[in-house]
């Protein structure tokens, strides 16, 4: 099993036509991700053709050759054609607000959002959108969902890692890549980069829930990073809600305050955010956290070996 993709998932590619979209449809499409639509109001009733060359988990069952994908005016047209339920958005940061409306309003119950600079205020408007209406909504500004040997939504590798019993939800894009490969040998159910800005449609918290409750999935790393709330809140549900083992990691031990290190939300303010008082939070209730990336995979490893 896995949590918010699998290998059902219909995909829409908002935004498979410019350069972005294109170059990750055709790596979403090798890994076995099954993609049935684009949308652009300005080449509608065209189609885009894609070498699809099948790599990482799902090489075998991918068949390789050219696979012709259907351009739609909006997205309901495209849903209501292909049957679609998730749909991921590759558009600049200026249009980002109109397409995750557009794909909330018609009914699509799954919407990663990979758009990078975002402004907050454009995202509060979606997010809050897409909570009202029960869309799931992961992102802005990650790196996607990938469900190894089932579908891959979004930018994450899709060669590092197979399927496997761990989960895996990270602010960190890149970290998210890098715990899947010091784990590779042990695989995973599901990886989920939620996103680094202050305001994102998917938190730990829902993370962990949807893991908890997954029979498939023994163990999940969850990677924070300094600013905000969001990982002591997660100790928090930990404590009251959580029965599988949590191995943990916050990145910026060694970020000065005062400055914003990479994501928009990762700044810490004053005593709060720290990476330390994260740490504490986590280990408080019984959350083993590791200094560094290795050290986080090597205490998954000690766990999932007993």
Known sequence: ?????????????????GAEGRKHTQRMLSAGTTIVAGTNPRKAGTSVDFDVVGYGPAADRVEN????????ATVAEAKEATNANTSVIFVPP?????AALEAIDAGIETIVVITEGIPVADSTVFVSHALKKGVRLIGPNCPGIISPNQSNVGITPADITGPGRIGLVSKS??????LMYELR??????????????????????????FEADPDTDLVVMIGEIGGDAE?????????????????????FTAPE???MGHAGAIVSGSSG????????????????GRTPSQTAQLAREILSK
Request: hydrophobic share 45%; glycine share 12%; charged share 15%.
């Open 232 to 252: 002591e809140r997660a100790a928090t549900w930990i404590k009251e809600n959580m029965t599988k083992p949590v191995v943990a990691y916050v990145a910026g």
């Open 185 to 210: 040998d042990f695989g995973f159910t599901t990886c989920l980069g939620i996103g680094g800005d202050p305001v994102v449609g998917t938190t730990h918290i829902d993370a962990l829930a949807a």
């Open 274 to 289: 720290t990476a330390a008082a994260k740490a504490e939070a986590l280990e408080a209730v019984g959350v083993r956290v």
């Open 65 to 72: 050759g050219t696979v012709s994908v259907p351009v739609y």
């Open 94 to 98: 200026a249009f980002a607000k109109g």
């Open 1 to 17: 099993m896995s949590i918010f993709l699998n290998s059902d998932s219909r995909v829409i590619v908002q935004g498979m036509t």
């Open 258 to 260: 005062g400055k914003t």
């Open 173 to 178: 894009g890149t970290l998210t890549y890098q």
